[in-house]
């Protein structure tokens, strides 16, 4: 199917009719073992840990989505992100964003530092800086893109260039744009990465994480990691999963329209001191985005003005936006970076970047948008 449209292969990739029943929904293989023919002999799976029809069927599909030839499935997004640390070893270097998810950013400092793994981080929207930095121990080149909170715009192609000259890897999560509006491998990057949490399922009902390649050498080590490891999805979730998938096309147009609105209503609005948005002129890799991506996706984050405290007030003030970690779903949630999902950054860390008190992120779910600027409006009224 590698000439079909995006929308045709989350659809149909991977997800033929069931052999045995015609079931045109791929089932769920709720089993822990496989019985074999003979000793050794099996019809293609022997347990579920190793692999899982159920998966199998997500993994393919999430693959061809991002124009890769591999796929692996974990049971979280920082189990997919664990997988992919497995491949370095005691004194090697990272060079990763300096606007990192907090959950990414903790893994490297509070864990692998403690296997004489070090890491740098950079202003990555300027390629330069990048380069600067390589040492001869370098290995890895970790950036988001957008990023997280801060919706920075990395320039993948040009990373992937620097990284392929020294013979470093370069790893994108993908996350906030989903494979709909960035394919970061026809880019130049080596491995992508997914919490398939947010858009991928897009129903804020499953936890998951996913690994693609095109590099065979990269599938086979971390194929090995995902069995030998076993932070696995059951098939429940492969199955949850999946169905999001299927819905995934218009569910990101509808992000992406909503997201549009919000941001320009809100950068006119006198009680915001600041909005970030790649769709909006005014974001400072607003063309690099263009393109880089086919849409802007759905997260927009801005600032308060009156500081923390205002920022505390408007989001108890909201009524259809829910308080809550996480994103992508059809919901609309909204959060507060320096007190939850990056709170785990030390502040002088924090807001040297520019997560600071008064700063918010929304993650904008496909209700009606005059609903959801009103209840914008109506919260930023009463602060």
Not at 96 to 103: E, I, P, W
Request: with cysteine; aromatic share 8%; glycine share 8%.
């Amino acid at each position: 199917m590698k000439n079909y449209g995006f929308a045709t292969k989350a659809i149909h990739v991977g997800q033929e009719p069931d052999p045995t029943t015609g079931a045109v929904t791929v089932p769920i293989y709720q089993t822990s073992t496989f019985a074999q023919e003979e000793p050794g002999k099996h019809r293609g799976y022997e347990y579920s840990r190793t692999g899982n029809p159920t998966r199998t069927a997500l993994e393919k599909c999430l693959a061809a989505l991002e124009e890769g030839k591999y796929c692996l499935t974990f049971a979280s997004g920082m189990a997919a992100i664990s997988a992919i640390t497995t491949m370095l070893k005691s004194g090697d270097h990272v060079i990763a964003c300096d606007d990192l998810y907090g959950g990414t950013r903790r893994l490297f400092e509070k864990i692998l530092r403690n296997y004489s793994i070090s890491f740098s981080y950079v202003d990555a929207t300027t390629t330069k800086n990048v380069e600067a930095i390589i040492k001869s121990n370098t290995k890895m080149i970790w950036i988001e893109t957008p990023t997280n909170p801060l919706l920075k715009i990395i320039d993948i192609k040009g990373i992937s260039s620097i990284a392929k000259k020294h013979r470093i890897l370069t790893v994108v999560d993908n996350t906030f744009a989903s494979p709909y509006f960035q394919k970061p491998l026809l880019l130049g990057a080596d491995i992508v990465i997914h919490s398939t949490t947010k858009y991928i399922s897009g129903h804020s009902d499953v936890v998951g994480g996913a690994v693609i390649t095109s590099n065979k050498e990269i599938y086979e080590r971390l194929k090995f990691v995902q069995n030998a490891v076993g932070a696995i999805p059951s098939p429940f979730d492969s199955w949850l999963v999946l169905r999001g998938v299927r819905t995934l096309a218009i569910r990101m147009e509808k992000h992406w329209e909503n997201a549009q609105k919000i941001s320009e209503f809100l950068e006119e609005h006198p009680k915001i001191e600041k909005v970030i948005y790649p769709g909006l002129k005014s974001h400072p890799q607003h063309r690099l985005a263009r393109k880089q991506m086919t849409g802007f996706s759905g997260i927009v984050s801005f600032e308060i003005k009156k500081g923390k405290k205002a920022a505390k007030q408007f989001l108890k003030n909201l009524k259809l936006f829910k308080l809550a970690e996480s994103l992508g779903g059809v919901e609309s949630l909204i959060e507060h970076p320096a007190l939850m999902t990056h709170a785990s950054i030390p502040k002088k860390d924090r807001e040297k970047i520019g997560i600071t008190g008064n700063l918010v992120r929304a993650s904008i779910g496909i209700e009606d948008s005059k609903d959801l600027m009103q209840d914008l409006d109506n919260a930023l009224t009463k602060i």
